[in-house]
Every structure is written in structure tokens, then in C-alpha cells.
Nanobody, 118 residues
Framework: EVQLVESGGGLVQAGGSLRLSCAAS????????IGWFRQAPGKEREGVSC????????YYTDSVKGRFTISSDNAKNTEYLQMNSLKPEDTAIYYC???????????WGQGTQVTVSS
């Protein structure tokens, strides 16, 4: 059974940090890139970051560049999103997905809530 399980969300004050984890099972982790997405209430889902399985290239949406860092631990089949200098506008449900950074994703997690208070 394919599973992606996010964890690490929570409530944090503006300027604080959180590290999200995405634990993968049921598929060959190394064959897939992992992307992070978020969806705020009343807004469309947006791509936040992605790491390519082919060469490890990382991608970030402009609003998180310099604050968020994506990384992988292939030995643990786990992806991380380190989020620093958090802002209230980062508040959303964060999802991880396995696929290709070009935009096609095959598997999705259930999401973890991140709330940043001002």
C-alpha cells in the first residue's frame, strides 16, 4: 500500500520555525521527486517546493525562497521541509506528493496543518 504521511505541523508565532516530515512507503522512494504543496482557506492549492529525483535539483516558489529548505533522507524514505521565519500568510494545510517536479504527481499525503499567529 502506497502511503505518504506528513507530520510536524502545528501552531507557531510569526518568526518561528517548523520542520515538516513526509514519510513514504509502498513505492520506490528514489524513483520519485517529492513536492510540497499548501492550501489556505478559500485559496487554491499552490506548489511550495520540490526536489527532483534525477539530480536533486530543488525548486521553491518565490514567497518562500530563502526561508524554506527541502531535503531528503533516502535511507529513511523521508522528505523534510524546514520552514524558518514563518509568516501568518504561510498558514495553510501542507501536503507532500510523490511524482515529478514538472507537475505530475502520483501519490499524495493527507496533509498537516500549519498555523502562524501574528
Amino acid at each position: 500500500e502506497v502511503q505518504l504521511v506528513e507530520s510536524g505541523g502545528g501552531l507557531v508565532q510569526a518568526g518561528g520555525s517548523l520542520r515538516l516530515s513526509c514519510a513514504a512507503s509502498g513505492f520506490t522512494f528514489d524513483d520519485y521527486g517529492i513536492g510540497w504543496f499548501r492550501q489556505a482557506p478559500g485559496k487554491e492549492r499552490e506548489g511550495v517546493s520540490c526536489i527532483s529525483s534525477t539530480d536533486g535539483t530543488t525548486y521553491y516558489t518565490d514567497s518562500v525562497k530563502g526561508r524554506f529548505t527541502i531535503s531528503s533522507d533516502n535511507a529513511k524514505n523521508t522528505e523534510y521541509l524546514q520552514m524558518n521565519s514563518l509568516k501568518p500568510e504561510d498558514t495553510a494545510i501542507y501536503y507532500c506528493a510523490a511524482g515529478y517536479c514538472s507537475g505530475s504527481y502520483d501519490y499524495w499525503g493527507q496533509g498537516t496543518q500549519v498555523t502562524v499567529s501574528s
